[in-house]
Structure formats: C-alpha cells, structure tokens
C-alpha cells in the first residue's frame, strides 16, 4: 500500500524522529483460528494500518479523516480478492498539540477473515 507523501517504516514504534514524519506501517497483531471441518481452518487476523503526521493548523483532524477514506478504500481493494471477508472493524485517531505543530495518529483495525487447509501458514 503506497500513501503518497509518506514514508513507510517496517516495525511501529511509539517514538518516531519528527524529521521522518509522515509516515505509516503496516502489522497483523494477532490471529485466531477456529477449526471449521476435518480439513479447513477459519482464520481471522487483525490488521492494523498506522498513519502518523504533523500539522500547523485546525485542518489537520480533516485531513486525517480524509485519509482515513483512502486507506480503507486501499486495504480492501488489496485484501478483497485474497480473502473470503474483509472489512474495517475500528478506526482511532489523537492528536496531541504540545509543540508549534500538532501531531496526528490514525490507527485503522481491519477484520480479514479465509479459509486453509490445517496447518497452512495462508
């Protein structure tokens, strides 16, 4: 998934040097499996998507939730032709105004459900 303007960073961390603000990335926290017959397992993984950015003005929450609509848009045209369901189960976002810029973070959660054999990995 490409946002333009921002850059990507492989693990999530709560301190991000300013100077490579925006940024986002991408993980799968946590999967559950259910076994649904003799050879076929549902798993539901959580994917979350992580968007952080600053901004100088009261624009900024406009901004994010405008951004929100394009990362949704994404993930499901991604994910859709790979899994059975896919959809956006929570969207959260802060914005904290401690310096001369406010720092946003949008946090996305979407549900991908699919079936595999036992023991697949996908």
Do not use: N
Not at 48 to 61: I, R, Y
Not at 63 to 75: R, T
Request: a negative charge; charged letters at 20%.
């Amino acid at each position: 998934m490409a946002l333009p303007d921002h850059r990507p960073i492989r693990a999530w961390a709560q301190k991000i040097d300013p100077g490579f603000l925006p940024c986002f990335g991408v993980a799968t926290p946590a999967e559950t499996s259910t076994r649904e017959a003799q050879d076929c397992v549902q798993r539901r993984t959580t994917l979350q998507v992580a968007v952080k950015a600053f901004g100088a003005d009261d624009g900024l929450e406009a901004a994010m939730d405008g951004l929100s609509l394009a990362v949704e848009a994404a993930v499901l045209a991604a994910l859709e032709p790979l899994a059975l369901m896919v959809w956006l189960e929570r969207t959260g976002s802060t914005i904290e105004a401690g310096g001369m810029q406010k720092l946003a973070t949008l946090i996305m959660e979407f549900a991908v459900v699919r079936f595999t054999d036992p023991g697949a990995c996908s």
